[in-house]
């Protein structure tokens, strides 16, 4: 059973940056994209970034610039630098992965099969 656990929320000050981590386990974590989803209070779940596992990246216009998607095959984990962090960042964010192997990386919700259970990030002014 694959199982998805995100760290590294917190409060941090706009302008700031923070470090999110999803560890992975219940298969080979090399063969499968990965991606970060965010939920804001009263908002749907939208696309922040996503590796596929060639390491190939694609970010929601809303990240690029600021956040790094990345993975450590090794470790079974992927991780999101959010740089230069503002108020609108603040959400739960959510680590997922697609429950089959894809050529192309998805951006859309509906294209993840297994979620973790979210971190929260708040980003004060």
């Known amino acids: 059973q694959v199982q998805l656990v995100e760290s590294g929320g917190g409060l941090v000050q706009a302008g700031g940056s923070l470090r999110l981590s999803c560890t992975a386990s219940?298969?080979?974590?090399?063969?499968?994209?990965m991606g970060w989803f965010r939920q804001a209070p009263d908002k749907e779940r939208e696309f922040v970034a996503a590796?596929?596992?060639?390491?190939?990246?694609v970010y929601a216009d809303s990240g690029k610039g600021r956040f790094t998607i990345s993975r450590d095959n090794a470790k079974n984990t992927v991780s999101l630098q959010m740089d230069s962090l503002n108020t609108e960042d603040t959400a739960d964010y959510y680590c997922?992965?697609?429950?089959?192997?894809?050529?192309?990386?998805?951006?859309?919700?509906?294209?993840?099969?297994?979620w973790g259970q979210g971190t929260q990030v708040i980003v004060s002014s």
């Open positions: 219940g298969r080979t974590f090399s063969s499968y994209a």
């Open positions: 590796i596929n596992q060639y390491s190939r990246t």
């Open positions: 997922a992965t697609p429950r089959y192997q894809r050529t192309s990386i998805p951006t859309n919700a509906r294209d993840y099969g297994y």
